[in-house]
């Protein structure tokens, strides 16, 4: 297949990720297929679309015109069969367990046509895990976004062993051809690229709080004040989701059993999510939303600021 | 002491960080001695701050006169007596060994007047290793710059456990007026904030590059394509010195010896060493200096960027 013949995208999955995907592709002029397995689930999906192209339009992504003429290139259905119907690439974004992912796979080899590329937006798994399953292994990689998809325009190309090049290659082109930055994983590593540099980052930082090393707010300080990032860790992790991390905390924690900080993050963690402070979706998380703290002029300073020396 | 007491300040090592700390000083008015050990360093040292202060106007951060006003503050001298005449506080940048550093302090402690306050500007050291040799632990806190001090204008203020609450809040107070970001450490830790997180960060990239999991330049790709950063962790390495991380990271080594890892880290780093690529300083490094390839417009696409989808 050539670049030039990707016209038909499918996105399963109706997530956050998944309809990012799809209203990506369709504004780069894709048609795009969105699959939803629970049809009574439809009509929020189509609703979420909606509205996630006002907000790239908010945002001045998106004119008037290109977010109408990307939205009629949508479709959302639960029929499976009429998903998969002349679809190029499929793009999975489903639960990540690879029982359920292999079952995905499994259902749309049988729907697709041959020539269909698949692809897994997996974070946590690697494609060698559920490759055989897709029928079709060396049109099978893995193709991994990040949030939010219009700015953090990235994507991880990952293949298994016996992914092909052609397969590979047509990733990376389609990859450029929908606005995002294709990054090469030679080898399958379950941490990715940026993410396994970020969960590192992010590690720290909750050690450092949890262990009452510094405040949640001077971590913040630090990480803002020399990055002259707008954000640090802990305002990250309201976005991301206090129930979340501690969820990934906690998966993470079974294998580095060995490391005597991984207690003090989960028992940190729970105190925030016991609260039911969970981040930006509760209002409150380690800050108050909206116009958290970090936000706010003065917030650097701690207080208000005195740059004038003794004799100026 | 009240904070509009300190007026002189006595910078101890005329390294990177003491020619910046004492400029940083001077411009927000404080009169500041520079202790040069050997009296043979003392011209290039002055000639040293003279640039640093032509480079600070370049970069529009002084004027010509706040530039003369500030070099005029600075007094250069490798007679320990007068260095410490009068001095109310003293910052140490000298080598990291805990020995030279008590040395030092025990130096000035017989020279300085009993109210200075001792200040130690370590990056990987605590100050309870030396604050006994200073004769004056509860006036003696590590108060710990970032580099370079203008931009990441943050300081970490670690005390240890005899150090007085008046020396913190009075420490507190004069990073304010230096323009500094001040984040408070409740507890001696070894790795700082910033620096913990940093380093668990560039970890993970020298890691997966030493491993051959992805290219150097698809590591920074990944990185500045989801921060927005203009540089990614291989740039940054290029600038603190591909040779400085290599002797770092052996340190760090003897720590982490069950790290399967560190190994690959250091025999990825080696191979660069050898070849004199030692970053900026040397022309090369992970890039090629000036105008290394990550500046360059087109870098994170990797090729000439197709934006344009099949039906547009």
Known sequence: MR?????????????????????????????????VRRPHMLDTTIGKVRALALEWMGEGRLTQSESSAALSRITTTSNPGEAAAEVDLLSESVAEDPRIKARVFAQFDRLCPPRTIFTTNTSTLVPSQYAKATGRPAQFCAFHFHQPVLVANVVDIMPHPGTSEETITLLHDFARRIGQIPVFIKKENKGY??????????????????????SVEDIDRAWMGVTKMPIGPFGMIDIVGV??????????????????????????????????????????????????????????????????????
């Open 243 to 312: 129930d979340l991390t501690y969820e990934i905390a906690k998966r993470q924690t079974k294998w580095v059993f060995f490391m005597p900080q991984a207690r003090g993050i989960l028992n940190f963690l729970k105190t925030y999510v016991d609260q039911g402070r969970l981040g930006i979706k509760t209002g409150k998380g380690f800050y108050t939303y909206p116009n958290p703290a970090f936000q706010q002029p003065g917030f650097l300073e701690g207080e208000p600021f005195l740059a004038r020396g003794p004799s100026s």
């Open 3 to 35: 670049i030039e013949e990707i016209r038909r995208v499918l996105v399963v999955g109706a997530g956050t990720m998944g309809r990012q995907i799809s209203l990506l592709c369709a504004m780069h002029g894709y048609d795009a297929a969105l699959y």
């Open 193 to 214: 690229i940026f993410n396994a540099m970020f969960n590192a980052f992010l590690r720290v930082a909750l050690i450092l709080a949890a262990s009452k090393v510094a």
